[in-house]
């Protein structure tokens, strides 16, 4: 066995580990991120951000967190709209139901798409040129967005912590 030419390459290979747990708080954070990605229990949606500002020390401002979403999950949609929501500077908090403003969750689902996949938004745009003109397709990185984190107990009577995002104001920005 050559163990040189059997781990060649390791030094630069990237890690695939689970992210950056957040713990109870709330934070800016700015997005640097969002990806899908398969694993072994399916297919989730991940969130990558760096912390601005935090009241918590266990994640100081500079570091990175991330949040994954699990597909699978009957939510999984409805959170993932919400974070759009917060990208787009609206408070998810402020928005109707699917069924009293469609247009406006039609239009976060088609964010999401715009953001994961980047022959999405060209795609759209040989069909109709004015599809959500002015967007670029990396309009979600790069932006600042509150988080608050909160720890809820399930059915199971688990630990889980729900991340609750709106759009960056002085407000929570002085509450951070």
């Known amino acids: 066995m050559n163990i040189e030419e059997m781990f060649k390459g390791m030094d ?4 695939n580990g689970k992210g950056n747990y957040m713990a109870e708080g709330k934070y800016r954070v700015k997005t640097t991120a969002l990806r899908t990605k398969e694993g072994f229990k399916g297919k989730s949606f991940i969130l990558d951000f760096e912390i601005v500002t935090s009241n918590n020390d266990a994640h100081k401002p500079g ?4 949040w994954v979403v699990k597909l699978d999950k009957p939510q ?19 928005v109707r139901s699917p069924k009293q403003d469609p247009e ?9 798409k715009v953001a994961l996949d980047p022959d ?10 004015k599809y959500l003109e002015g967007l670029e397709q990396t309009f979600a990185v790069g932006r ?3 988080l608050e984190t909160v720890k809820i ?6 630990d889980f912590t729900v991340h609750n995002w709106t759009p960056a104001s002085e407000e929570n920005s002085a509450a951070a």
């Open 12 to 15: 630069t290979a990237e890690m």
């Open 63 to 66: 570091t990175s967190g991330s």
């Open 76 to 94: 999984a949609f409805g959170d993932i709209k919400g974070l759009m929501f917060a990208i787009s500077g609206v408070n998810p908090k402020t």
């Open 104 to 112: 406006s969750h039609a239009q976060a689902s088609e964010l999401a």
């Open 120 to 129: 999405y938004l060209t795609k759209k745009r040989k069909e109709d040129p």
């Open 144 to 146: 600042e967005i509150d």
């Open 153 to 158: 107990k399930t059915k199971a009577n688990t």
